[in-house]
């Protein structure tokens, strides 16, 4: 049996109603929703578009995920994988993707290396050979103290050096056209800083070499290294019309 108090309000076994300036609606949505927030992210869309968002985010992740698997491989060391798939590993990383750096490296760079050159000189008072200059140590004076260094002077001649290096024996002697293209490039910027000199005359000919020497061991160190140099000289190359900046990208064509 209902009781009423004095309100008017029913209690006991009686169902009430809703209250003062709320539907019945709004009553029975309260009930449903109880517990439950509005729904977000991929809940809130349709089945067709969470399907189409499943199937992207997917896509996604796989190319993400192979994308961090063929970088892995290509720094890592040479292993079986890199033996069978090295060509596939090499077509997805070059050139946008390529590391310059090795993973577990077992010997790190202890060396200095310089670049220089000297030119053939011919002018209105004969031939002559000027002393060598240190392509490397302009670059360093380019950087020192530059906030926000070019990335010229930063890597051009490092990397020329690196590619000249790789494609040659110890003999200096070209391996392919892959050497051959390393030769133009390197006299190619020799003859682009050389021409930031006047010499009072036209270069005829150029002679690069490389000049190494071992980082010196820290002061705590009982290690002796020798610092003193050493030369890698390269032959005479007599300057052609293609090697000189104003004509290297039509002679390329």
């Known amino acids: 049996m209902d009781s009423y108090d004095d309100r008017g309000v029913g209690s006991g076994n009686g169902s009430a109603g809703p209250g003062p300036g709320q539907s019945e609606d709004a009553s029975s949505g309260a009930g449903r929703g109880a517990g439950q927030g509005p729904r977000v992210g991929m809940a809130a869309l349709s089945l067709p578009y969470q399907i189409v968002a499943a199937i992207a985010l997917s896509v996604i992740g796989l190319v993400a995920c192979a994308q961090l698997a063929m970088v892995f491989l290509h720094v890592a060391p040479s292993n079986t994988l890199t033996k069978q798939h090295g060509e596939a590993v090499d077509d997805w990383v070059y050139p946008e993707f390529e590391q310059n750096w090795k993973l577990f490296a077992p010997n790190p760079l202890q060396q200095n290396v310089a670049i220089h050159v000297r030119a053939e000189i011919a002018g209105a008072d004969g031939r002559r050979t000027t002393p060598w200059m240190s392509l490397s140590g302009e670059d360093g004076k380019a950087i020192r103290g530059n906030p926000l260094p070019s990335h010229i002077h930063q890597n051009e001649l490092r990397r020329a050096w690196d590619f000249y290096l790789g494609s040659h024996d110890n003999e200096n002697r070209a391996n392919g ?77």
């Not at 002679?207 to 290690?223: C, D, L, M, T």
């Not at 002796?224 to 090697?243: C, F, G, H, Q």
């Open 177 to 253: 056209l892959r050497g051959e293209f390393s030769e133009r490039y390197i006299r190619r910027i020799a003859m682009l800083r050389l021409g930031e000199h006047d010499y009072g005359g036209t270069v005829e000919r150029i002679q690069i070499r490389s000049e190494v020497r071992s980082v010196a061991a820290p002061g705590w160190s009982e290690e002796k290294i020798s610092t003193e140099p050493s030369y890698r000289v390269l032959p005479w190359w007599t300057v052609t019309p293609a090697d000189l900046p104003e004509n290297a990208k039509g002679a390329d064509k």
